[in-house]
């Protein structure tokens, strides 16, 4: 008997292969593209040296992602690190401030991006965190630091830079007539490619994206590996800042900002899977290339001839068309979208090989697995926080409850106001001013909570609030249009955003942080395309009485009521306050007292064995999706109601608040836990906090940007707390080791 060989056919290229070789005759025909558009940039060399320069410091960012994202994680806050590492060198650096010297700001600068990527690494491994929360927080933590060291200015130092000609020579042209970034980019991206791709660093970290679990049982230190990603991501940002500060002497609050939805879309363009387990340098670096090309080519726009009239002569005038404001926004969102489609669609199918078998009359190359996950583990925890929260009784039963803690905490924040300010915290319009405040997270915390609790994330919530208003302000101030027309066009933008979020996270099985994130920034850009990136104002009356208190929306339609506590109460609680009230009703007993909300929390604490016993999992994530988009639709309606105006910065960072409120009321970030009343309770615990620490108490206000950083350190507080004080069951675990050593330690002694 001949025993036949069975040939595997070539391994995989390790530096570059023929996706690279794809994507570099993609750059030509796009550049050919833009020098047919606008001749007068991309004809020049200086065009394609401004592009290889601007490649550079994101294609150095990308080096350090594709380590990350090849680990089967993410790093949403390079963008962050990117900012503020430029921000303290110039705190450091520029006369004035602190003034130090050179080496010394840069060796800071350099301990403060090891200490972000090692802290991101430590909460995402250690401290369990999902990497998506934890890098997430870290992108707003930043970003307000920014804006609270900068206080919203520029900072510039080109006078001292004169002084250390040496370091500030990286940021300009060199003897051979190009920039000396792009020296450094190409030594990084070799290092990196090399490091990836033939040394056990990169074996290391392919095994533990691949396939964590075995990796494990080969004995590789997977913890240390995904942390040793995050520090390599976080150094490539603060090199990638410190050359930014060589080159501009200076830097503004604008840094870095959406520049971690460049790089990601950067990396999956070039050729690496959101799943883990494959990706290469070199094709990151093509990506980032691909990306800012497309970017410059949308910025730079194409010249046109317009015909102006003068004292009735026509005269022909050239010009240039751009895009509007936000659209460059809408077009990234799209790109991070479209890039994580290709890995699973063209990638792992091998489209582009079985095209080219087909063309040469040969058999098509066998098909790659389509998992990527070799154990599952179950998805359920916190059992014992559910025993405990049946067996007690009396205020036990109460304190065992999971949105106990949001309660409590609501009720000790309150007193806390009335102990600092009782003048102003006792005042009845005082309190329902407040509460105002708090009817806009509320409501989008409401929706959030069906998400949370199916096992899914909406980050898109407060862009979608966005664009809902900035549709239903669009119809009142540009069209004319009535205001339930207004209303309805709001609340359908905002849907569709949702009716996309639903059907790329199910119908196309993308992470729906991944999905949402996109949105983020696609409805975001969308709201301020609609408005020109202008505040709108002025909508007729009947609009404004969804923002009115109720006593004036009974006068506006002649009724008065007489003087007592129906009319003090009705002067104080406004139209929204009750909607948010009667929405939260009737999502609090569908979640808790329907098929339906039992189907939601299953799909969430079980996918799989949701899916055996007969639920439809995909519909019930659908519908989470779809009602977290109409509730943010609502709030988006109500708030330019409200303010009587619009302004494209509605809705910021209120998906981090939403979050927060969610998970402080009890939810629970990996889904199958949540209520209305505990998430309403979280709503009101990060209101108060908010409130209070804009407080004027003697004289001190906390600026705004550092409360910004401030929530976003109590969402991590949060998470952590549900990890480890819920479903770990820490405390329970703490006082049942306690409880055996006491026994050991009163046993009495042999004689």
Known sequence: MVQQTISLGRPPPQLAGGWEAGLLLFLVLLYAAGALANPTFFASTEALHALLRDTSRIGIIAVGMTFVIVNKDLDLSVGSIYGLIAVVFARLFAPGLLDLGIGSAIVLCGLLGAAIGLLNGVLVTVLRAPAFIATLTMLFIGRGLVLALTQGQAIYYSDRAAEYPRFFHLGEANALGFNNQILVFALVATVGACVLAKTRWGYETFATGGNEQAAIY?????????IRAYLISSLCATLAALLSAAQDKGVTPLYGVTWELTVIAAVIIGGASILGGRGRVIGSCLGAAVVVLIDKVLREGWPITRIVVIDGESIAVNARFTL??????????????????????????????RAWAWLRGRPPPPASEMGGVALEGVQTKGAMASDLAMTATGVGRFLARRDALAIILTALLWLTGLALRPDYWWNLSNTFAILLNYTELALIAVGLTYVIAAGDIDLSVGAVLALAGSTAAYFLKVVGADPMTAVAMGLLAGMTAGLVNATITVGFKLPAFIATLGMFYI?????????????????????????????????????????GLLRTVAEVVSVQTIWMALVALVAGVVLAYTPFGLKVLSTGGNLRAASYAGINTNRVRFLALLLSALCASMAGIINIAYFRSFN????????????????????????????????????????????????????????????????????????????????????????????????????????
């Open 324 to 353: 509007p404001a936000g659209a460059v926004l809408v077009f990234l969102g799209l790109l991070l979208v479209a890039a994580v489609l290709i890995e699973p669609y063209l990638i792992r199918r091998q489209i582009a090989a």
């Open 523 to 563: 409805a975001r850009g969308l709201a301020a395309w609609f408005v020109a990136g202008q505040q709108l104002t002025g909508w007729p009356e009947g609009y404004n009485l969804l923002g009115r208190k109720a006593n004036d929306v009974l006068l506006h339609f002649g009724v008065s009521l007489p003087q």
């Open 218 to 226: 080969a004995g590789i230190p997977t913890r240390w590996v995904r």
């Open 648 to 751: 494209p910065v509605a809705g910021q960072f209120r998906e981090l608040d939403a979050i927060a409120s969610v998970i402080i009321g009890g939810g629970s970030i990996f889904g199958g836990y949540g209520t209305i009343i505990g998430s309403l309770a979280g709503a009101a615990a990060i209101t108060l906090v908010r409130a209070l620490l804009q407080l004027n108490v003697q004289g001190f206000t906390m600026p705004q940007h550092w409360i910004n950083v401030f929530i976003g350190v109590i969402l991590i507080v949060a998470v952590l707390i549900d990890i480890w004080v819920r479903q770990a069951n820490l405390v329970g675990r703490l006082r049942a080791r306690l409880a055996q050593r006491k026994p050991a330690s009163e046993a009495p002694h042999a004689g």
